[in-house]
């Protein structure tokens, strides 16, 4: 696909269908741990899924380091269920503002942040992350965790990203992506699910990055832990089916259990890239 094919639109309507549904919530809270919605980092191939997917939390962390602190905040771009929110609150001392389309996911992060001792420092704003509701250079740091495949403007959503950043404030995301010689059709089916006709790719990334300016700008590759990633999600998912199917419609369990098996094929044969990107605004 070229690398700066994205859907038509924003594809934000079809987003909010997707995650403002119980069955979503319900597949999230038994699969993957309610928690840290997205692809994890591996330490061997039977690792929880929950354990994977907050190593990459704190990796994604660790590129912050030294923008963040106690009087400092981190901008969230789609911030589900909170978990990185809580994560970077925890261990920086940092004020985040958690930006999220779903209220209903946004519902539920208020209330983990209550219950954990978080709540003054993390606001939840409903809201795009195509339109930032916040001025320009008012973030220390700028995150966001495999958010950015929903888009369907992913240059607009870099451009409000850097907008707020502070000079010298640093941005870090990842992403799921496409292999840079891989058709947009070939995953079509896979990716529709997403909202979106197509995923973005690495290259694409890192050219929009310089052309916004920033430097420092690095990508860690760790597209091998896809596979591995959406095998344990569809083991997960069969070994949990009856569980699944005491709070989920039928024809939801029927939907991953089809389009699960995609995404494992997809990775195994070299056609989906995901890492961790980053890079700093220029300034003091």
């Known amino acids: ?62 590129r912050l380091q030294g923008t963040l602190g106690p009087e400092r905040t981190v901008l969230d771009l789609g911030s589900g269920y909170g978990g990185t929110a ?10 985040v503002v958690a930006l ?13 942040n209550a219950s954990r001792g978080l709540g003054d420092l993390i ?16 973030f220390d740091a700028v995150c966001s965790l495999e958010a950015f495949c929903h888009s369907g403007d992913r240059n607009r959503v870099l451009s409000e990203a850097v907008r707020v950043l502070t000079p010298g404030g640093a941005l870090a995301f990842t992403d799921l992506m496409a292999d840079e010689e891989v058709p947009a059709e070939v995953l079509h ?17 890192l050219r929009l990055l310089g052309e916004l300016g920033l430097g420092s700008v690095d990508f860690a ?6 596979e591995r990633h959406y095998v344990r999600l569809t083991d997960e998912t069969r070994a949990k089916e009856a569980d699944l199917r005491a709070v989920i419609s039928p024809g939801y369990v029927d939907g991953l259990l089809a389009n699960l098996p995609l995404w494992v094929d997809a990775a195994g044969a070299g056609r989906l890239r995901w890492g961790i990107f980053s890079g700093r605004r220029p300034g003091a």
């Open 189 to 205: 089916t896979a990716v529709s699910r997403l909202g979106v006709d197509a995923l973005a790719t690495p290259t694409f990334y």
């Open 123 to 138: 606001e939840v704003v409903t809201g795009s992350f195509h339109d930032v509701p916040y001025a320009d250079g008012h």
């Open 221 to 226: 590759d760790h597209s091998d832990q896809v």
């Open 1 to 62: 696909m070229g690398s700066d094919v994205t859907a038509s639109g924003t594809g934000e309507d079809a987003t909010r269908r997707y995650y403002e549904t119980s069955d979503v919530d319900a597949f999230y809270d038994i699969v993957w741990g309610g928690e840290d919605i997205h692809t994890g980092i591996y330490a061997h191939e039977r690792e929880p899924i929950a354990d994977a997917s907050r190593r990459t939390v704190q990796e994604l962390a660790d």
């Open 100 to 112: 999220n389309l779903s209220e209903a996911q946004n519902e539920r992060h208020r209330a983990a």
């Open 86 to 95: 809580r994560y970077l609150a925890d261990r920086f001392g940092c004020r």
